[in-house]
């Protein structure tokens, strides 16, 4: 066989088979959580979550995000390693680790779009980005009382694994980061002077260490 049609087949195959890069170069480090100024902070980081579905509302997750893709810049060619996480694959786990089959035909896995851009790490210096999302639908808050009816448990682990592609146009998967979220109905409601008292102060209200003003009771006046 000529040598030139050998190395042809071999650069074939290498592109063949170069699709994509192997899921390693994406991390979910950590959850954080909103700072006093209610923007996600790196340095807030929680251990794991609460959702009181008592309070309207989604649970929203905020993935501290790592990618670990060198720098591949050239003289002549634009960064292809910075990174575009556009979504996660979350699946719902009971704390045995079993996947609940959810009622009302909600999906178990499902998908939830986000946005984060990571730049292509250089030196020691690991790239990181906050990438925020509904991580419970509001719409699962039936289903989330029928697994405490059903099974006993009071919490939920989510299964996150983020997703995106480089500017490169490859794809990239993270292994799956485990967040438990405790359930409770009304645990996070506190009594307010005013009904708006918690408007201001207050980040993703029902969820965490975000309270809100579950019953209003204006302070008497005295004579």
């Known amino acids: ?40 902070s790196e340095d807030t980081q929680l251990l794991r979550g609460l959702y009181d579905i008592t309070y309207p509302g989604d649970y929203v997750i905020a993935p501290l995000l790592q990618s670990y893709l060198v720098s591949n810049a050239l003289e002549f060619q634009a960064e292809q390693n910075n990174l575009q996480v556009d979504n996660y694959e979350i699946t719902i786990l009971l704390p045995d680790d079993s996947v ?16 984060a851009v990571l730049p292509a ?9 906050v990438g925020v999302a509904i991580g419970i639908p509001a719409s699962y808050k039936d289903a989330l009382r029928a697994i405490e009816a059903e099974t006993g ?3 939920v682990v989510l299964s996150i694994r983020a997703g995106g592609t480089t500017f490169g146009g490859f794809s990239q998967r993270s292994a799956p980061f485990r967040w438990p ?8 409601g506190v009594v307010c002077e005013t009904a708006d008292e918690l408007d201001d102060k207050s980040c993703l209200k029902g969820q965490d ?6 019953v209003v009771i204006p302070p008497t006046e005295t004579p």
């Open 100 to 115: 609940p089959v959810l009622p009302g035909d909600l999906p178990n896995p499902y998908t939830v779009n986000t946005s």
């Open 209 to 214: 260490i975000g309270t809100y003003c579950a």
């Open 181 to 188: 979220v405790d359930i409770c109905e009304g645990c996070l």
């Open 121 to 129: 790490t250089t030196g020691t210096n690991i790239s990181q980005a």
């Open 1 to 40: 066989m000529s040598r030139f049609i050998l190395v042809a087949m071999m650069v074939a195959v290498t592109v063949a088979g170069c699709n994509r890069f192997p899921d390693n170069g994406l991390q979910i480090a950590a959850n954080v959580s909103p700072d006093s100024e209610c923007l996600f």
């Open 153 to 155: 448990f009071a919490s």
